[in-house]
């Protein structure tokens, strides 16, 4: 299981452009990783181009997966992986990595034509190049979200506790 590359990239009309990218292209030859990356960011553009806002999917090409997110404000996120890796692990980095993105750079950032510095990508693709440590990193979130609410209802139940406390000192008091 691999990843190959994170992008950043805007939607302007129906033309796409990179705003961030990443790639880890390590497992091609060294005279072909500029062609594999140039191939990348056309075909990242044309996916992107192609995508309605809100809209999630992949497309397959030989062994490798493209996963697209086109986020409903106005950005998308591209990641490139071969077949193996799982898809719902490629979304939810998409969906990390595209919040991330627009809390970090407010959309008039993105008007420039140079791309812009989000060293983040790095680490997310180096990070997630295992998905199985992805999936952990998610349980552990899941299992924190669970103890949150856990904690909400027992906070609930003790304050509705002590207004029926309260409630029956008070009538206790206006007899």
Do not use: C
């Not at 009309?13 to 062609?35: E, I, N, P, T, W």
């Not at 997110?69 to 071969?82: E, N």
């Amino acid at each position: 299981m691999k990843l190959y590359s994170i992008a950043v990239l805007r939607k302007i009309g129906d033309k796409g452009k990179v705003l961030a990218s990443q790639y880890d292209l390590s497992d091609f030859g060294y005279f072909q990783r500029g062609s594999v990356q140039e191939f990348m960011n056309f075909t990242s553009i044309t996916i992107v181009e192609r995508t309605q806002t809100g809209q999630r999917q992949s497309v397959e090409s030989e062994n490798n997966v493209a996963h697209v997110y086109a986020h409903p404000q106005g950005i998308s996120g591209v990641i490139f992986s071969d077949k193996e890796y799982p898809s719902r692990v490629a979304f939810s980095l998409l969906n990390k990595v595209l919040d991330e993105f627009l809390v970090k750079f407010p959309p008039e950032k993105w008007t420039g034509t140079q791309l812009l510095d989000y060293p983040e990508l790095n680490t997310y693709l180096q990070k997630y190049q295992d998905p199985k440590q992805a999936d952990t990193i998610m349980k552990v979130q899941n299992e924190l979200d669970e103890t949150t609410a856990i904690l909400h209802k027992t906070i609930d139940s003790v304050l509705q506790r002590g207004e029926k406390y309260m409630a029956t000192l008070n009538t206790g008091l206006v007899q």
